[in-house]
């Protein structure tokens, strides 16, 4: 049985006394010890080879002669076509080809492709002249699977921009494409 018991703040006598007896009674509850059940796991991961990538082909339009107003020509990644979208520049030649690129790695896993950007200008060799590069396309989805050799292939196209009255000339620039495990 437990009594409530009232401590005068001048009653320093009685105070130790119940300070004793609740220490005392705190000894005396049953104690038993918890027991712990030992139990383990595993961890593991997986570390794959980094993605290389190989270009095997640059983008080549071709040759053209311009024409008095802007012309659009489009190159076709799948099948390298090259189609005339508006303007009245003339294609004359040079074999147009997509860009190709091969990504290596763990066999089977899956990649995706993307360009680095949406539109880049190609230069005059020996000038400042410049056309305009965009929408640059994949010639199929972008994700993929390597194949059980760890490879895949990717072919780029895209849209190029003819001036009107372009100056003669060679004209180069680089575009970027990333290739990642997903």
């Known amino acids: 049985m437990i009594k409530k018991i009232i401590i005068n703040a ?7 006394k119940v300070t004793l007896f609740m220490a005392c009674a705190a000894c005396s509850l049953p104690f038993s010890p918890a027991i712990a059940a030992p139990a383990s796991g595993e961890t593991r991961t997986t570390i794959n080879q980094s993605v290389v990538v190989t270009k095997n082909a640059d983008l080549f339009f071709g040759d053209f002669v311009p024409g008095g ?25 040079g074999t147009p080809t997509a860009a190709s690129f091969t990504a290596s790695g763990t066999p089977l896993l899956r990649v995706r492709i993307s360009s680095g950007q949406n539109r880049i200008f190609i230069v005059r060799d020996g000038g400042t002249e410049r056309m305009r590069v965009n929408r640059f396309r994949f010639d199929g989805r972008r994700n993929r699977s390597l194949n059980a050799a760890g490879e895949v292939t990717y072919r780029v196209g895209g849209q190029l921009r003819v001036g009107p009255n372009q100056v003669p000339g060679t004209y180069r620039g680089t575009f970027a494409v990333n290739i990642d495990y997903f």
């Open 10 to 16: 001048a009653d320093k006598t009685h105070r130790s």
């Open 69 to 93: 107003s802007n012309s659009v020509f489009r190159l076709n990644p799948r099948n390298g076509n090259l189609n005339q979208r508006s303007g009245d520049a003339i294609a004359i030649g």
